[in-house]
């Protein structure tokens, strides 16, 4: 069909994101590799995704775990080696799964060799390399600007009399972007990569890329309560989203495009009307897909969720392909924050609206945070920010059975074990046709055998109370989808169309066939995708 041959591998493809410490362990050691990973991609096909993205693997001394790259042309010992890597990339694509690299562009570890050799003296080529400047008059940093892991964002450098810009921990200092050497070093790294069959990568906090030349303050936020982190207390106007970033996205698209078939995905919290913006103008694409955490940040009722959807939705050029994400590796998981019940319809959300899905590992068994004691905790913000602050709940290993390393290791995992792992876990849903992982896999299976839901058109219908209720659309195929967010039973009942057809899948799983003659009455927290008929 014509209207299906033009669109891409990654307007269709299901993204799954794994955190590569927490996958599968193959060594015993007690931490996730390239390996484990690697003997999980028959699981991965079985469940029907079609990229997996993973979480830096490259070569770091693991301060923020790997968001702190010594050397990007290179696997940690970890995870594995470069060869692993590379059986990794070959044997995904032999079952047809694109494999999407992470990228840390907007700094380095402080151990990498251009960093030990700028910090290494005034006069040093690499100096520019990254961001120093003078102390202030009173030999303090030389403005306001904040860390985002706490404190201000200048460490200073007793060596060399100068202080270093670190947008996140002082072990990751930020790349001077405005220096064309540092462009061409790291365009070069995306071509060694794509060269090796990489197709694709997700772009980490690309927002904050740029740095005003000047060294402004940041303005006071009117709007900070001392419960905030303190980063908030100061708006990051010259610190982030500024507009020379969208040139540099440009050349890394034209990189990408050099390679053909590759994506860029952008780390972006921004509000949506600039987050669209990172798309890029017509004949100056930037990135294919900036990541839309609408779902991830939006309080769980229908009228809310709604309305972010249709904001978003209002705000994109015909050139810009929606995405939608539930859960990542910074945030709590879509079950703790809105219940396993309400997980269930977050998922028939997830993988009907229009656009391109990304499910962050586990999500699919209905995982929530676990509990971390604090003896057991590794996330350094537990100590910059302070104790609870870390994001380690949301990183705990996959339970893939109910051996006593949860089929995840045969050694100590380096973080808990979901409490309920014997119960919960890929072996035990896997047998049981009602349970979440279920409900993933028959939600993908539909979504390959109805084209509408990946290309057809959005279109919201009006519904009472705590539904939230629309149509996709495509060469006469219409399929209706009506979630209930509330826990009482309703009935939805439209004036807009004729309500008749067949219940197609229901969140519950036990009502595929049922015909719908008028109202569609939906259980407490059901959710039902219906293919209506004239």
């Not at 990007?72 to 990339?89: A, K, N, Q």
């Not at 798309?279 to 991830?296: I, K, Q, S």
């Not at 826990?487 to 015909?515: K, M, N, P």
Request: proline share 8%; with cysteine.
């Amino acid at each position: 069909m014509e209207e299906e041959r033009r669109w891409h591998w990654w307007q269709r493809a299901v993204i799954y994101h794994i955190y590569p410490r927490s996958f599968a362990d193959s060594n015993g050691d007690g931490v996730g590799d390239l390996e484990g990973i690697r003997r999980k991609l028959d699981y991965l096909t079985w469940l029907g995704i079609d990229a997996i993205w993973l979480s830096p693997i490259f070569r770091s001394p693991m301060a923020d775990f790997g968001y702190d790259i010594s050397d990007y042309l290179d696997v940690d010992p970890t995870f594995g080696t470069f060869e692993d890597l590379e059986r990794l990339i070959a044997d995904a694509h032999a079952r047809g799964l694109k494999v999407i690299l992470d990228f840390v562009p907007n700094h380095t570890s402080d151990q990498h060799p251009w960093f030990l050799e700028s910090r290494s003296r005034r006069d040093h080529p690499r100096r520019r390399w990254y961001i120093w400047a003078d102390p202030a008059p009173d030999g303090g940093p030389p403005n306001n600007w904040r860390s985002i892991f706490g404190g201000s964002a200048w460490e200073f450098d007793a060596a060399t009399g100068q202080y270093y810009l670190h947008t996140f921990l002082k072990e990751q200092p930020d790349l001077n972007w405005r220096n064309p050497e540092v462009q061409a070093a790291m365009l070069d790294v995306l071509r060694f990569w794509f060269t090796r069959g990489v197709d694709g990568f997700r772009l980490d906090a690309i927002w904050f890329l740029i740095k005003d030349e000047e060294l402004r303050d940041n303005p006071v936020n009117p709007e900070y309560t001392p419960d905030q982190p303190s980063y908030r207390e100061l708006l990051p106007v010259y610190t982030s989203d500024r507009p020379e970033i969208h040139e540099i996205l440009f050349r890394m698209r034209q990189v990408a495009n050099a390679f053909g078939e590759r994506v860029l995905i952008g780390e972006i919290y921004l509000p949506v009307g600039r987050l669209v913006t990172y798309y890029g103008c017509p004949h100056r694409r930037e990135l294919h897909l900036p990541f839309n955490f609408a779902l991830l940040l939006v309080p769980w009722e229908a009228r809310r969720v709604g309305a972010a959807i249709d904001t978003y939705e209002a705000l994109l050029s015909p050139d810009d392909w929606p995405n939608w994400v539930l859960s990542n590796h910074d945030r709590p998981r879509v079950a703790t924050r809105v219940g396993e019940a309400q997980a269930r319809v977050a998922a028939m959300l997830l993988f009907t609206l229009r656009g391109t899905p990304t499910i962050y590992y586990g999500d699919e068994l209905g995982l929530s945070d676990v509990p971390i004691p604090p003896e057991r905790r590794r996330d350094p913000l537990e100590q910059t920010i302070g104790p609870g602050a870390g994001r380690d709940s949301c990183r705990t290993p996959m339970p893939w059975d109910d051996s006593s390393g949860a089929g995840f290791t045969t050694g100590e995992p380096w973080l808990p074990l979901n409490p309920d792992y014997a119960t919960r876990n890929v072996a035990v849903q896997r047998k049981d046709p009602r349970s979440m992982l279920s409900l993933y896999r028959e939600l993908l299976i539909l979504r390959r055998a109805e084209p509408v839901l990946v290309v057809g058109r959005y279109r919201p219908v009006p519904a009472p109370d705590d539904l939230l209720a629309f149509l996709r659309e495509a060469a006469g195929r219409r399929l209706l989808v009506v979630l209930n967010f509330g826990g009482h039973e309703r009935t939805f009942t439209t004036s807009r169309f004729t309500l008749r057809g067949q219940v197609l899948l229901s969140t519950s799983l036990d009502r595929a066939g049922e015909i719908i003659e008028s109202g569609l009455v939906l259980r407490p927290n059901e959710g039902c995708i219906v293919a209506l008929r004239e």
